[in-house]
C-alpha cells in the first residue's frame, strides 16, 4: 500500500503543462469572484450626476448584498461577471431560455428610510435611455439597469414633498447634509474657469447661458446650501436665487392630469404599496397604481382601463398588493431622474445596500488631482 499519497498528486502536478495551469486559475478565480459578487459584494460606478454632492460622478464603491438578503439568480444563461452586454461590445450577454423564479435570502437588516440603495429600475424606456424606441429591449429583472438612490418612503409610509421638503407620514425626514438643488445665478462677468475648481464645482455642477441686455452672465449650478453661501459672499457674483417649481409637470409620476398636477417640489400625497395592502379598484386608485399592478406585481393577463382592472378574464374590485415597494429620490433634486417621475420600485428589484468607496476619479482634474484621496474608504451615509 502506498502511504506517501502525496507524492502521486506531486507528480502530476508536475505534468500539468502551462497552459493547464494557467486555465485551472482562471476558472478559480472567476467562480470565486462569481460567487461574491453574488452572494456578498459588487463593485459599482457613480456614472451621473444625480446623487452630487453625496456621491460624485467618479465614484467607485462597494454595495452590499448580504445587508438585505441576496436574491437568488434569475437569469442563468450568462457570461460570467457581465451584466447586460459582453465588455466594450454591443453582443447580449445573456440567454433568456432559462427563467428561474427568484427568492431572497435572509438579511441582517431592512431597506430603511434614508439609506442608499442601488436597484434595477422599473420602466422599461428607463432601461433604454438614448435608445432609439425601435430597438428597446424588455431586460429580466436582474439585468435591468442598475439605479443608486436614496430611499425617502418605505412600504406603507405616506409620502409628501412640500416645498421641496420631503414629508413622511406627516413628519419631515431629515435632510441629506449634502443634498443640493439648482440655482441661478448672477454674476457681473463670465466667472473663471479656476475660481470655479476653487469652488469645487465641475463641469456636472454648472452651465453658462450667457448674458443679459445690460451685460452680466447667467448660470444654473446646482449647489449645496454650503456652496450658496460661498457664492452669495463672492464681490463679483450678484444673486444666487433657485424658485420653486410649484407648475404641474406632465412626466411628474404617475402622468394624471386629473389627480396628480404635481411637480419635483410638491408632490403627493400618495402612499406606498405595502404587502398584504389592500385598495379599492375605481379611477383614483388606478391613476395612481394601475401601472404597477398591470407591470411589476406578479399578475399575468391583465387588462386595464382608466376605472376597471380584469385579471385571468376576472373583474376585480378590491386588489391586495403581492410585493413590498419603495420610492427613491437622487440627492441632485433638481438633477435626478427618479421615483418622482417613473414610480414605485419593488421589492424583487432591490439589489444591496451602497456601503463603502473604494477609489474616486474626478475625470475634469489634471494629472495629479485626477484621484480624489480623501473619499477612499469613506462609508456610504
Given at each position: 500500500?502506498?502511504?506517501?499519497?502525496?507524492?502521486?498528486?506531486?507528480?502530476?502536478?508536475?505534468?500539468?503543462?502551462?497552459?493547464?495551469?494557467?486555465?485551472?486559475?482562471?476558472?478559480?478565480?472567476?467562480?470565486?469572484?462569481?460567487?461574491?459578487?453574488?452572494?456578498?459584494?459588487?463593485?459599482?460606478?457613480?456614472?451621473?450626476?444625480?446623487m452630487e454632492n453625496s456621491l460624485l460622478v467618479g465614484d467607485f464603491l462597494f454595495v452590499s448584498k448580504f445587508h438585505?438578503?441576496?436574491?437568488?439568480?434569475?437569469?442563468?444563461?450568462?457570461?460570467?461577471?457581465?451584466?447586460?452586454?459582453?465588455?466594450?461590445?454591443?453582443?447580449?450577454?445573456?440567454?433568456?431560455?432559462?427563467?428561474?423564479?427568484?427568492?431572497?435570502?435572509?438579511?441582517?437588516?431592512?431597506?430603511?428610510?434614508?439609506?442608499?440603495?442601488?436597484?434595477?429600475?422599473?420602466?422599461?424606456?428607463?432601461?433604454?435611455?438614448?435608445?432609439?424606441?425601435?430597438?428597446?429591449?424588455?431586460?429580466?429583472?436582474?439585468?435591468?439597469?442598475?439605479?443608486?438612490?436614496?430611499?425617502?418612503?418605505?412600504?406603507?409610509?405616506?409620502?409628501?414633498?412640500?416645498?421641496?421638503?420631503?414629508?413622511?407620514?406627516?413628519?419631515?425626514?431629515?435632510?441629506?447634509?449634502?443634498l443640493q438643488y439648482q440655482y441661478d445665478v448672477v454674476a457681473k462677468d463670465e466667472i473663471n474657469p479656476r475660481n470655479?475648481?476653487?469652488?469645487?464645482?465641475?463641469?456636472?455642477?454648472?452651465?453658462?447661458?450667457?448674458?443679459?441686455?445690460?451685460?452680466?452672465?447667467?448660470?444654473?449650478?446646482?449647489?449645496?446650501?454650503?456652496?450658496?453661501?460661498?457664492?452669495?459672499?463672492?464681490?463679483?457674483?450678484?444673486?444666487?436665487?433657485?424658485?420653486?417649481?410649484?407648475?404641474?409637470?406632465?412626466?411628474?409620476?404617475?402622468?394624471?392630469?386629473?389627480?396628480?398636477?404635481?411637480?419635483?417640489?410638491?408632490?403627493?400625497?400618495?402612499?406606498?404599496?405595502?404587502?398584504?395592502?389592500?385598495?379599492?379598484?375605481?379611477?383614483?386608485?388606478?391613476?395612481?397604481?394601475?401601472?404597477?399592478?398591470?407591470?411589476?406585481?406578479?399578475?399575468?393577463?391583465?387588462?386595464?382601463?382608466?376605472?376597471?382592472?380584469?385579471?385571468?378574464?376576472?373583474?376585480?374590485?378590491?386588489?391586495?398588493?403581492?410585493?413590498?415597494?419603495?420610492?427613491?429620490?437622487?440627492?441632485?433634486?433638481?438633477?435626478?431622474?427618479?421615483?418622482?417621475?417613473?414610480?414605485?420600485?419593488?421589492?424583487?428589484?432591490?439589489?444591496?445596500?451602497?456601503?463603502?468607496?473604494?477609489?474616486?476619479?474626478?475625470?475634469?482634474?489634471?494629472?495629479?488631482?485626477?484621484?480624489?484621496?480623501?473619499?477612499?474608504?469613506?462609508?456610504?451615509?
Amino acid at each position: 500500500m502506498n502511504w506517501k499519497f502525496w507524492e502521486k498528486k506531486k507528480e502530476e502536478s508536475k505534468n500539468k503543462s502551462f497552459v493547464r495551469e494557467w486555465a485551472d486559475a482562471i476558472t478559480f478565480a472567476v467562480v470565486a469572484a462569481t460567487l461574491i459578487r453574488w452572494l456578498i459584494m459588487e463593485a459599482y460606478t457613480i456614472p451621473t450626476p444625480s446623487m452630487e454632492n453625496s456621491l460624485l460622478v467618479g465614484d467607485f464603491l462597494f454595495v452590499s448584498k448580504f445587508h438585505y438578503g441576496t436574491r437568488t439568480p434569475k437569469t442563468i444563461l450568462q457570461v460570467p461577471l457581465t451584466h447586460q452586454k459582453i465588455w466594450f461590445t454591443e453582443i447580449p450577454s445573456y440567454l433568456t431560455w432559462i427563467q428561474l423564479p427568484q427568492y431572497r435570502l435572509p438579511g441582517i437588516t431592512h431597506v430603511k428610510n434614508g439609506d442608499v440603495v442601488v436597484f434595477n429600475v422599473p420602466g422599461l424606456s428607463e432601461n433604454n435611455y438614448m435608445v432609439p424606441r425601435d430597438r428597446w429591449i424588455e431586460y429580466p429583472v436582474d439585468l435591468k439597469t442598475n439605479y443608486i438612490k436614496r430611499c425617502v418612503a418605505i412600504p406603507g409610509d405616506k409620502l409628501m414633498i412640500k416645498d421641496r421638503q420631503v414629508m413622511i407620514n406627516d413628519q419631515p425626514l431629515a435632510n441629506p447634509s449634502k443634498l443640493q438643488y439648482q440655482y441661478d445665478v448672477v454674476a457681473k462677468d463670465e466667472i473663471n474657469p479656476r475660481n470655479l475648481t476653487a469652488l469645487e464645482l465641475d463641469e456636472d455642477d454648472y452651465r453658462y447661458n450667457g448674458r443679459t441686455q445690460d451685460g452680466r452672465a447667467v448660470y444654473d449650478m446646482f449647489l449645496t446650501n454650503d456652496k450658496v453661501k460661498e457664492l452669495k459672499d463672492l464681490p463679483y457674483v450678484e444673486s444666487v436665487e433657485s424658485p420653486l417649481h410649484n407648475e404641474p409637470e406632465s412626466n411628474i409620476f404617475p402622468q394624471s392630469a386629473k389627480y396628480a398636477r404635481w411637480s419635483g417640489d410638491n408632490f403627493g400625497p400618495i402612499i406606498i404599496p405595502k404587502k398584504g395592502m389592500t385598495i379599492a379598484i375605481n379611477d383614483s386608485t388606478l391613476a395612481f397604481y394601475g401601472k404597477t399592478i398591470k407591470e411589476l406585481d406578479h399578475n399575468n393577463d391583465v387588462m386595464l382601463t382608466d376605472s376597471t382592472l380584469t385579471i385571468a378574464g376576472k373583474a376585480i374590485t378590491q386588489y391586495t398588493f403581492n410585493q413590498d415597494y419603495y420610492f427613491m429620490m437622487g440627492d441632485n433634486r433638481h438633477n435626478s431622474l427618479d421615483s418622482r417621475y417613473w414610480g414605485f420600485v419593488p421589492e424583487d428589484h432591490i439589489v444591496g445596500k451602497a456601503f463603502f468607496i473604494w477609489l474616486s476619479i474626478d475625470k475634469y482634474a489634471d494629472f495629479v488631482h485626477r484621484i480624489r484621496w480623501s473619499r477612499f474608504f469613506n462609508l456610504i451615509r
